[in-house]
């Protein structure tokens, strides 16, 4: 069992940065596929970033450029940072990390972009 706790939102003004934090309970060495999905008011639940335990990357159209995602398996930590933040980028983040069948999430850090 693997517990992922988010952190690092907040309310910041577009163009700003912010850095979110996935930290789990166990290793992340197993979870062969980590990711930050993202969800706003009356929207589903959307891919943003993800990163395999083999270190590559995939991203939302949406976000490339702005955004990067890594994670550091030594501090059982996965991260994302978000550059040139624009008003569209508010939601409730969410991290995830899969092994093998089974897809582990954590409870959600609002991140809320004001001009």
């Known amino acids: 069992q693997v517990q992922l706790v988010e952190s690092g939102g907040g309310l910041v003004q577009a163009g700003g940065s912010l850095r979110l934090s996935c930290s789990a309970s166990?290793?992340?060495?197993?979870?062969?596929?980590m990711g930050w999905y993202r969800q706003a008011p009356g929207k589903e639940r959307e891919l943003v970033a993800t990163i395999t335990s083999g270190g590559t990357t995939n991203f939302a159209d949406s976000v490339k450029g702005r955004f990067t995602i890594s994670r550091d398996n030594a501090k059982n930590t996965m991260y994302l940072q978000m550059n040139s933040l624009k008003h569209e980028d508010t939601a409730v983040y969410y991290c995830?990390?899969?092994?093998?069948?089974?897809?582990?999430w954590g409870q959600g850090t609002q991140v809320t972009v004001f001009s």
């Open positions: 995830s990390g899969t092994r093998i069948f089974t897809t582990y």
């Open positions: 166990g290793s992340i060495f197993s979870l062969n596929v």
